[in-house]
């Protein structure tokens, strides 16, 4: 079973699926569905469509460069059944998906990075600004954020938790 990817959005077309679009100069476009070839009638440049894999990929918002994808490139050239080679190759199989999804949780905290530290540098502000709205026992006397937050750190409580064991969890 050969699955194509779709020219336009590079998502992956299944058999008896899609469109085929071959150029007069013997090119063949392949699409996964109707949207993606009526956007390359329109003349679309797909990096520039933001639903797009090429979009996502030259905006930083998909991983590009990882070793992982090496074992998805599509090879022309017809391999010799080997047994031993097949059985390795289905036991790395779940590995390298586990690598590649570690990866990518890696990737897209990485890009969350920068806007958590904006959110936090504009809640400080806004508490710098608004601090007299808090309550007097919440605030500080010289009502510096710093100490405030020094403060609630000192506080800590300490919290008892008794798990009860059911018969019903015992069994399972």
Known sequence: MRLEKCWFCSSTIYPGHGIQFVR???????????????????????????WTKAYRRLHGKDMTQDSTFEFERKRNRPERYDRNVTEQ??????????????????????RHKPGKKKELERDNKELEQDINILPKKLRSTEGSVEETKEANARVKVKVNVVQQQTEDRMEE
Do not use: G
């Not at 100069?25 to 469509?49: E, G, L, Y």
């Open 24 to 50: 007069n100069d013997a090119k063949i476009f392949r699409f996964c569905r109707s949207k993606c070839h009526k956007n390359f009638k329109m003349k679309r440049n797909p990096r520039k469509v933001k």
């Open 89 to 110: 190759t289905l036991k790395a199989i779940p590995v390298i998906v586990k690598t590649r999804h570690d990866r990518l949780k890696k990737h897209i905290s990485d």
